[in-house]
């Protein structure tokens, strides 16, 4: 016979279950192009699945890193017949998704965008969400516009990027320090690949050649 405690606890599973987050709702329906980050951009964006229902696929577009693609793909799947009735389904069933609440925003990082590369020994899905709960947004890709880029081990082309737009680069123990502490970083310089070219070594002068001396005879 199930215990009362364990009784308890499936029914709150039952009951969490039916409020997700939008984000995490938008990613469970397996819509093409709609992975996590994506879902929470645009859960981000529009706050609830009837404004993200009601928009236009140039409003999802717009959003920065979601674009037309997986902006045509969310719009084409909101509009199939099948689709629409799959989510008044859900909503008769008592899913209610929520937008997930954030922490309080360190002006600091307001209107700031990071960007993660190579191996971390923390969970990425851990940092962005620090990233995320400071106010700022995670990107995938390196542009002018990128704040920092955060370099683990084994940092590939993101990181030659970041070099050539003077992007600001952080390690992850230099990212720990910067979120936690009111430190700006500095800037440090890009590293140059130009290798110091050795002093020529001085040249000996040649020994002048010995003088004949003049031989005098006596005859």
């Known amino acids: 016979r199930m215990g009362e405690k364990s009784a308890q606890n499936i029914l709150d599973s039952i009951e969490a279950a039916k409020h997700p987050t939008l984000a995490r709702l938008l990613f469970a329906l397996g819509i093409p192009n709609i992975g996590e980050h994506t879902g929470e951009l645009i859960a981000e964006r529009f706050g609830t699945l009837k404004a993200i229902q009601a928009a236009t696929l140039e409003e999802i ?53 990071f960007v993660f590369t190579g191996t971390m020994s923390r969970d990425r899905r851990d940092l962005e969400a620090m990233v995320k709960d400071l106010g700022a947004r995670v990107s995938g890709s390196v542009s002018k516009k990128t704040s920092y880029v955060v370099a683990g081990e084994a940092a590939g082309s993101k990181l030659d990027k970041a070099r050539d737009n003077k992007v600001t680069i952080l390690t992850e123990d230099e990212f720990m320090a910067l979120i936690s502490s009111d430190a700006e970083p500095s800037e440090a310089p890009a590293p140059t690949t130009e290798e110091a070219k050795p002093e020529p070594a001085p040249q000996a002068e040649p020994e002048p050649a010995p003088t004949q001396g003049t031989l005098a005879l006596d005859l």
């Open 61 to 113: 577009s717009s959003i920065h890193d979601v674009g037309k693609i997986a902006g045509l793909a969310l719009r084409t799947w909101l509009d199939e017949p099948h689709n629409q009735a799959l989510l008044e389904k859900l909503q008769a069933a008592g899913v209610e998704p929520v937008q997930e609440e954030r922490k309080e925003a360190d002006e600091r990082f307001a209107g700031k965008s």
